[in-house]
């Protein structure tokens, strides 16, 4: 008789980035076929499967992955699911954009990765910029989200474009967290 483990969290990773998450942070994609694969939203297919991370960057980079192919449709319920799910990270930050609780840019954030409690990284940020900072962000323990693009991370502040936006007052972060 197995013993049932407790505080036991599925942990699963994504196919695109290769990073273990949480199954509950994944979207699964259920093997229908040889060649066909399925969004599984409700989780429940008996079938084989691979997950992807619940980002538009990932999502980006499976639609163009000749290995798993999905319909157009799976996509689309994967990004809408996505939109629902995300907080209006860009209202927030116009709205604080003139506080001390704000810095942006890569060499302003990694000169206070100390002081950090939370990161907005643009989806279309270079994907050596994108490990660089995530790996600073796991080496502090700080959480991340990937949201937006450079454009609108810059227009919160009046700039062209905007790698990462890092949130240095605790409250704040985990208002924005949460």
Known sequence: ???????????????????????????????????????????????????????????????????????????LTMVNLLKKQSKDYLNILKAMKNSEHLTFGINMVMEDIQHIHFLIIAEDISEKNDKKIIAKAKEFNIPYAHFGDKAQLGDIFNKDEINVIAIKNKKVARGLID
């Not at 694969?37 to 691979?50: G, H, M, N, P, W």
């Open 1 to 75: 008789m197995r013993k049932k483990m407790l505080n036991h969290t599925p942990e699963r990773t994504c196919v695109v980035c290769r990073e273990k998450k949480n199954k509950s942070e994944l979207f699964r994609i259920a093997k229908i076929s040889e060649s066909n694969y399925s969004f599984d939203e409700k989780q429940k297919l008996q079938a084989r499967a691979i997950y992807v991370c619940k980002t538009h960057e990932c999502i980006k980079r499976i639609s163009k992955n000749k290995k798993y192919s999905l319909k157009i449709e799976d996509l």
